[in-house]
Structure formats: C-alpha cells, structure tokens
C-alpha cells in the first residue's frame, strides 16, 4: 500500500522560512513525478510546486514562484519543499501527491496517491 507522509509544517510569522517534507513508502511503481499542493478551509486545493522523477523540471504557482522551491532526493523516498518569505496569504493545509509516471504535470486529476496534510500559519 502507497504511503506519502508530510511533516515539517509548523506555526511561523510573516518573512520566516520552513521546510516540508514527503516521504514516499510501499509503492511498487518506479520513476514517478511528485507535487505540492494546498488548501484553506472553504476553499479547493490548489497547485503549489511539481517536480518530475529526475529532479531537472519543475513548475510553480506564479504565487510562490521564487519564494519556494521543491526539489527530491530518489534514493530517500523523499520530496522537500523550501518555503521562504513565507505571508499570511500561505497559510494552509500542504499535501504532497505522486502520480505514476516521471513528467511532472499541475493538474490534481494527474496525482492517484496523496499525504494527509500538513498545516503551515503564518501570523502576521
């Protein structure tokens, strides 16, 4: 069985940074593309940061891009994603997702196995 577990999300203020991590286990499937995703109470999940199975492409929500960025060590399993100059506005509930194929892809549809979640506030 599938597993992806987060961990790293936290309570911050306005300008700090934190790191996420994903960690993948039971799967049987290899070269497999990964993502970020979030969402806020009352509203859909949405795109964050993907990264293809070698690590060499990744895509960006414009409302993160250079403030974040996801890379992915294979031999660990493990998907990261470093959040600077972190605002209110990313405030959410972050969930790590894998699809089962290399080419990384933001749409949600594209992603069969998810983490649970974990929560990152920023105060102001």
């Known amino acids: 069985q599938v597993q992806l577990v987060e961990s790293g999300g936290g309570w911050v203020q306005t300008g700090d940074s934190l790191r996420l991590y994903c960690t993948v286990s039971?799967?049987?499937?290899?070269?497999?593309?990964m993502g970020w995703f979030r969402q806020v109470p009352g509203k859909e999940r949405e795109f964050v940061a993907v990264?293809?199975?070698?690590?060499?492409?990744?895509y960006y929500a414009d409302s993160v891009r250079g403030r974040f960025t996801v890379t992915r060590h294979n031999a660990k399993n493990t998907l990261y994603l470093q959040m600077n100059n972190l605002t209110p506005e990313d405030t959410a509930v972050y969930f790590c997702?894998?699809?089962?194929?290399?080419?990384?892809?933001?749409?949600?549809?594209?992603?069969?196995?998810w983490g649970q979640g974990t929560q990152v506030t920023v105060s102001a």
């Open positions: 039971g799967h049987t499937f290899s070269r497999y593309a």
């Open positions: 997702a894998a699809r089962t194929s290399s080419p990384a892809s933001t749409l949600q549809t594209e992603y069969p196995y």
């Open positions: 990264i293809d199975w070698p690590g060499r492409t990744t």
